[in-house]
Structures are given as C-alpha cells and as structure tokens.
C-alpha cells in the first residue's frame, strides 16, 4: 500500500510539472538545452496585415547546431520570405553576464485569419506557442473614433465626481455625468505580461497595439538586449490607420507629451524614464506618424542640451525640426486660440510648459502655483481645437484625448485635485458629444480609464468639529458613516459643474486601499499634497508638514513608496456612436483594438494587398 501510494504521487507530481511553464514561453528544458523565449507571447493575438516583429532569443553562447523556428511546421524564413537579423549580446548582472543569441524578423505580418503556432526547436527542446489571427470585421461604419482616457479613473471616484458636480437632494443625483447615458457600459481587465498590476505604459500599449506587455515597457515585447528601444514591435492602431485608411491622428493630453498614455499612440520602447522620453520625442518625426495634432506639456524634450532647462542629450532641435515637418507651434492658451482663428492649420502641436500641465485646480483658484506658465489652455479647449484641425480629413481621424494629472493626484492622495480633473475630463466629453452630434455622427467615443486605484468615499467629515479636536479619536468622531453622513455642502450657483468654493464645512470621508505612513485631513490643499518623504536610505515616512492636523494613518505598502500606488480592480469603459456595441461587455484591455478596428471595418490586408 505505501508503495502504491509513492506511484501515485510521483504519477501526480509528474502530470503536473508542464503547468509550472507558462505557457509555453519557457518551457522546462533539459539539463543541456539553453532557455528559449519567443516574443511575441503566447495566446497574442492579431489581424491580419498587421505589422509586428517576431524574435526568438536562445540564452546560450551560440545556437545549437539544431537549431530551427518554424511555423505552423514551415520553415519561418520562407514562412515570411526573409531571413531573420541574428544578434548577440550578454544579458544579466555586470559580473555573472549570460550570453543571448537573438534572431528577429522585423516588419512580418500573418494574412490569413486562424491558429498559428510557432515552434523553436534548440537543445533537443521545443519550446512552442500558440497565436489568434482574428479575421478583421469589415462592415463598420464608423469614420472617426475618439479614444478617452481618465488617467487612474475607477468607478468610484466618477461617482465622486458626480456627488461633488452634481449633488445630491435626498439620496439622488441633480444630474449626470456626460458619459453615464452612453448606450453601452462594459469591464476592462489590466493586468500586463509581467504583472497582475499595471501600469499607463503597458495598459495603454494594449489599448493601442492588441497586446500586452510588460510595466513601463510601450508597443513592444520587452526582451533581454541592452537596447531599451529595439525590442520587437508591434504595429499601434494609429499607424495602421494611417496606413489603410489614410486617417489623422491627433494626441491631447494634460501631462508631459511623453509620458506613458500619450506616447501610446506611436512611441515604442520598454522603458518610459527620462533618457527615453527624449528618444519619444523625436520618434513621432523620425518614424514617420506625424500625427496632424499634438496638445500638452513637454518642452523642456524639444530643446538642445545646450538650451537652459533642456533633458534631452543631444543638440537636436525638435522645436525647429516640428515647424519643418509643417506644424504650426503654439506654447500658450492665447497662442493656440490665435492659430485657430487665422484659419485651421493641417497640423498643430502645442507645448504649453516644460514638463506636466498645471491642474485644473491649480489654473483656477491656486493659481500662485502657476509659476511662469499663467496661459495654459485646459482640455475642453485643447480638445476642441483637435477635433476642429482633425476634421478636415475626409478619411476620418482617431484622436486619444487624456486627462492625465486624475491620477497624478491620486498618487499623493490629493482628492479634491484629482476630483477638479476629473470633472474638466467630464466637461471635455459633454463639449465632445455636443461636436459629434452637429459635425460628425458617425464617430465612436470611447471613455475608459487605463488602470484603476483603490479609491473609495466612505462617508462624510465635519469639517469644524475636525479642526476643533486635539487628537485622532477627536478627529475620527468628525467622520460620519451611514446616516451620520448626511450629505457635503459644495455649491455649483454659477453652473458650470465645479464647486464655488473647495473649502467646504462638510466634504467628503475618502481614501485609498494602499499608502504610505501619512496624516488625512480630508480638507482641500492650497498646494499639491506630498503625503511622505524619504531618508536617505529610501524609508518613507509620514511627511510633517503635509496635513498637520490630519489622523495618523498606518501605512501598508513596502517601505519605499512614498504614494499610493494602482490596483487590480476592473476598469469601466463607456461608448456611444456606431460599434459602440462591441464593449458592452467584460473584456480584456487587448480587446480595445480590435473593437476600435471592427467599427471603422479596417482591414489592414487591403493595403497590404
């Protein structure tokens, strides 16, 4: 009996073993067999005639003599008629370097709809995986398709929006937010290649390409090679509409133009830092988009190393280099007014501070906080100037439209700036509807969010009895749940949707899941919030002067995160106008995409053929 119950286990832990790989990408090998890693990843999926770049990397010091790729059992050089770049280099620590062997086919495509499977024979090893080519939906009838991006927008915190632009007489609403009614409503997963948690890189690569990847890394299969930006491609959606369609492109956003959701629309590479950044800049010339609009911060990437408060490292002049590929630049709110009303230029681009524009908040009550930088244009403007230059194609346009700074609030827990955004993102949607309908009805509008945060409203504060207490059980009685709640005290008189007045007697009781050790006030803060700061080991601790008479609130995140951070959750995604259908529905962030393709009814294979 012990003897057939040791069978039995051995039998069991046997069957087991081939679930420990994932997915085939690395697969269990023998002892002699080096690792394989083929990209792009297992289950991805394509449309046919969509570009992308297929690499197969052998961790060893030279291919072994069996080494073959094949797909679908066909030899891959002539699979795509073309042999495959092979590279080499050392990938690992500085002092224990392991020595890769990578070959790339670079610009290959599948033209047929079905399964494809790639198999990477190495060490007497197979190492396979499996892709979807989707067959493209062709009856669309979108022209346009506007993509909304509510940077770190979760559910709750748009119910929060609404409370506080709206109110509330006895438990209901006084009235919508512009995208609450869209015909359809649906989930989106964001989880990335490398982590449950995402971040605006991968999670908008998604949005934009149809495939995952990994945090920090956009348009690409992040690999092992020195090179951050020569990592396998795969074709965004903007340049495939540019492609086939012969479409426009537009970009607005409130952060950097280089950051993570706007260089979604064309920037590839695997790390979204500063030395990057300046590469993303240029990309947009030097590869060819040229998207005909380009609205946000970001100057300070344009400007030669030898110009003051320049962060590229080289002597290139982009600002020059943008006005010889034919925009018209604009750095200021009155600037960009003035260039509409001289007549609609082809392309516009517009770079209205160095780095992130100033939030709503900030250009409008704290305005000392400006600094320099007093005539900065805000989304509704910025957007309506895209769509008025994007229009004047008769092939259509897509324009990604972002606020970016809801989530830059919401990491330092700034809610009353995060919340002033996310009404601005709210206002640009109802000004986007109402140009829809009079200009152009046959165009989809997408609102989602990138990723979540664990924000929630729990309740509400008194704001006098909280000021008044000595100490945190003082303070915590000023908190009311359930019927103690009651109800804020914002107030819209003017009716434009933002309170009068931040500084409220009753706001609201509201935080995040995840922070580090720091004090909650819950009030409105006349500067931007740093909740913690760090010691020269990296400890981050409860920031003093940040919200004084706040309650101490216990931290639950490692040691060395100084703000709150994203979470797994879910993101809403809203639509409205012709394909809208397809997102009424949980779906994964890949699914973005092809549902963008499917209602335009673009098939890439027609430009290819």
């Known amino acids: 009996m012990r003897l057939f119950r040791l069978l039995t286990l051995l039998l069991v832990l046997t069957l087991a073993l081939p679930l420990a790989a994932p997915l085939g990408a690395h697969p269990v090998a023998a002892q002699d067999a080096p690792e394989v ?64 062997v990578a070959w790339t086919w670079r610009d290959v495509m599948f033209s047929e709809p079905g399964a494809v499977t790639v198999a990477v024979v190495a060490g007497g090893e197979t190492t396979s995986v499996t892709y979807t080519v989707r067959e493209a939906i062709t009856d669309g009838t979108a022209k346009n398709v506007i993509l909304f991006i509510a940077d770190g927008g979760n559910t709750a915190l748009y119910t929060a929006t609404r409370l506080v632009s709206r109110g509330m007489e006895q438990g209901t609403y006084n009235g919508s937010l512009s995208f609450d009614n869209f015909e359809e409503i649906g989930l989106l997963h964001t989880s990335g290649v490398d982590s449950i948690i995402t971040d605006s890189a991968n999670s908008i690569s998604a949005y934009n390409t149809g495939h995952k990847s990994s945090v920090n890394a956009n348009g690409v299969y992040a690999d092992s090679s020195p090179d951050k930006l020569d990592d396998p491609r795969v074709e965004k959606f903007a340049y495939v509409a540019k492609r086939v369609r012969g479409m ?46 380009l609205l946000g911060g970001g100057a300070s990437y344009l400007l030669p190393q030898s110009a003051e408060g320049s962060r590229r490292q080289d002597d290139r002049d982009l600002f020059t280099e943008y006005e010889d590929a034919g925009y018209t630049i604009v750095t200021t709110a009155t600037e960009l007014d003035a260039a509409l009303a001289d007549g609609t230029p082809d392309h516009l681009a517009g770079f209205f501070t160095p780095s992130d524009m ?31 230059v994007l229009n004047q194609n008769p092939n259509g346009f897509y324009l990604e439209v972002e606020a970016a700074s809801v989530d830059k609030a919401e990491h330092p827990m700034d809610w009353d700036r995060a919340i002033a955004d996310a009404i601005e993102f709210d206002r640009a949607i109802a000004a986007t509807v109402e140009w829809v309908q009079a200009n152009a009805p046959d165009t989809l509008i997408i609102v989602t969010s990138d990723h979540g945060h664990g924000y929630d409203v729990y309740g509400t504060v008194d704001v006098e009895a909280f000021n008044a207490a000595s100490d945190d059980a003082g303070r915590r009685e000023a908190i009311g749940v359930y019927q103690n709640a009651g109800f804020p005290t914002y107030v819209d008189e003017n009716g434009d949707f933002f309170p009068d007045s931040w ?71 809203y639509a409205t106008g012709p394909g809208a259908a397809y997102f009424g529905h949980v779906l994964d962030n890949t699914d973005v995409f092809f549902g963008m393709a499917a209602a335009l009814g673009l098939d890439p294979m027609t430009a290819a053929e």
């Open 37 to 100: 890693v083929i990209l792009p990843i297992n289950q991805a999926q394509f449309l046919p005639g969509v570009y992308f770049d297929l690499r197969i990397e052998v961790h060893a010091e030279a291919l072994p003599e069996d080494f073959a790729v094949t797909i679908n059992d066909e030899d891959a050089a002539a699979f795509f008629g073309a042999d495959a770049v092979e590279e080499t280099w050392n990938a690992g620590a500085d002092d224990s370097p392991a020595p890769v």
């Open 248 to 293: 426009s492109v537009g970009i607005v956003t409130t952060s950097d133009f280089t950051d993570a959701t706007p260089n979604g629309v064309w920037g590839y590479g695997r790390d979204r830092s500063g030395a990057s950044r300046a590469a993303y800049a240029a990309q947009i010339l030097d590869d060819g988009l040229v998207p005909e609009v």
């Open 358 to 388: 100033s939030v709503w908040l900030d250009r409008n009550v704290y305005t000392d906080n400006l600094g320099q930088f007093t005539d900065q244009p805000g989304l509704v403007d910025m957007t309506m100037a895209a769509l008025d």
């Open 503 to 573: 500084d409220v007697s009753v706001t609201l009781a509201q935080g995040k899941v995840d922070h580090p050790d720091f004090t909650e006030d819950f009030q409105v803060s006349p500067v931007y919030r740093a909740p913690a700061i760090c010691d020269d080991q990296g400890v981050c601790v409860d920031n003093p002067t940040d919200d004084e008479n706040g309650i101490t609130m216990s931290g639950n995140l490692p040691a060395g995160e100084s703000t709150s951070v994203h979470t797994l959750q879910d993101v809403p995604v």
